[in-house]
């Protein structure tokens, strides 16, 4: 029971004589899905020798972000030749469990070699359920206590095509009792939604190719909408029965689309690399999209921007940029990161570089303020740091540290 009754404990924790607002971090760009945590109450810089490591722990390949739930963390990996949903205590690292299945990347010519780590998509948690994606199209549901299947069903083989020449990396969505994945295949097979209880097909949908980026839902008055990136652009459509209701073109000559759009107002920013640039879109219900401006400011490659107080934080390549969000305005641009990735807390942000480095620095549009840094892994991070409950989850494709993050 007491393990069931740490999610009340989500909302504040009690640290000291103050009040520290704390919460998971279960999905692909937090609880809100917009990669901005409201934990307040952290550490605003650290010495040379960086924040308190609390736990490091060696894991498989791969570079899927984690998911922190109830005092757990789940990630997902490659070992040989199988795939690894793998559940760790989020205080000490151990593992509590595993969860195995068999992934064979020597069988897929049409995998790029560049990418035979591990799997790139992240779980999600929820409820007592646990949903990864694997390389392959694996869509697995798994016990959170213990690990144990619950089905799984294989979204290469349901879109009848060979694997994606990057693999699945997309994470999946969840509302209500359905799953929403992108299987990439024609004949009304590349998009779909699945029972989240049995696995059981609810509805496929459209032609488009696949394009990487994760799906996510956006609510417009009383109407909830799925949105996919896929190849050809955005498309949005009922949840229930995958109905069009608008779609916004936007090809890159890779059919790249990878970095999750991002909902502000009424309005969403995209991005993609390739020379492609960014656009700003307003939604106006009942309409086509319109179009507010594009620009060739920010190239989001490998990682997803933030919207933070109508400004867009994210990496052009290699380039950390601030932007105004309604006008596509560069305010700052900061180099030496690498294709990093982001969060936003407690008004800064926590930067994991692609080379190891984390940085504190000031979420403001005003100028870069560098706050604190620290070398905090080796090799190549392309793995979105999570924050969860004071704890700052970072890994690389063979590592895993959890950092205290509480200014105690």
């Not at 089905?151 to 009792?177: K, Q, T």
């Not at 807390?345 to 000031?362: C, N, P, T, Y």
């Amino acid at each position: 029971m007491r393990f069931w009754m740490v999610s009340v404990l989500a909302g504040t924790l009690f640290l000291g004589s103050g009040a520290v607002r704390a919460e998971d971090w279960a999905r692909w760009r937090g609880p809100r899905q917009d990669g901005i945590s409201r934990e307040t109450g952290l550490i605003k810089t650290w010495s040379a020798e960086g924040p308190k490591v609390v736990w490091r722990k060696t894991l498989p390949g791969g570079y899927s972000a984690v998911a922190v739930a109830r005092d757990r963390v789940v990630t997902h990996a490659r070992e040989g030749g199988e795939e690894v949903v793998r559940c760790l205590s989020a205080r000490t690292g151990d593992v509590i469990w595993d969860y195995r299945y068999p992934a064979d990347y020597e069988a897929h010519p049409t995998l790029d070699r560049r990418f035979k780590s591990g799997p790139r998509s992240t779980p999600i948690v929820d409820g007592d359920r646990v949903y990864a994606l694997g390389t392959f199209g694996v869509l697995s549901c798994v016990d959170f206590r213990t690990g144990k299947a619950v089905w799984s069903v294989n979204l290469m083989e349901f879109a009848r095509r060979a694997c994606p020449e990057f693999g699945y990396c997309h994470s999946p969505v969840i509302l209500g009792d359905r799953v929403f994945v992108h299987p990439g295949g024609k004949d009304g097979r590349s998009i779909a939604a699945f029972d989240k209880r049995t696995g059981r097909l609810l509805w496929s949908a459209l032609d488009d190719p696949i394009g990487y980026s994760s799906p996510f839902v956006y609510r417009q008055g009383a109407q909830d909408q799925v949105i996919h990136f896929t190849a050809e652009g955005l498309v949005a459509v009922t949840p229930d029965e995958g109905k069009v209701l608008w779609r916004f073109a936007w090809k890159t000559n890779f059919d790249l689309n990878c970095a999750t759009p991002l909902a502000f107002d009424n309005h969403l920013f995209l991005s993609s690399n390739y020379g492609r640039g960014c656009a700003v879109i307003r939604l106006d219900p009942g309409k086509e999209p319109t179009e507010v401006y594009r620009n060739l400011q920010m190239h989001n490659h490998i990682s997803t921007s933030v919207v933070y107080q109508g400004h867009v934080y994210g990496f052009d390549t290699n380039r950390l940029k601030c932007m105004e969000a309604a006008t596509g305005a560069v305010k700052w641009e900061q180099p030496g990161l690498g294709r990093g990735s982001l969060l936003i807390a407690d008004g800064k942000l926590i930067v994991l570089g692609e080379r190891g480095d984390l940085v504190l620095a000031e979420a403001t549009p005003s100028a870069y303020v560098e706050t604190a840094r620290w070398k905090a892994l080796e090799g190549t991070c392309w793995s979105v740091p999570v924050l969860a409950n004071g704890r700052l989850y970072l890994r690389n494709e063979n590592t895993i540290l959890a950092v205290e993050m509480r200014d105690r």
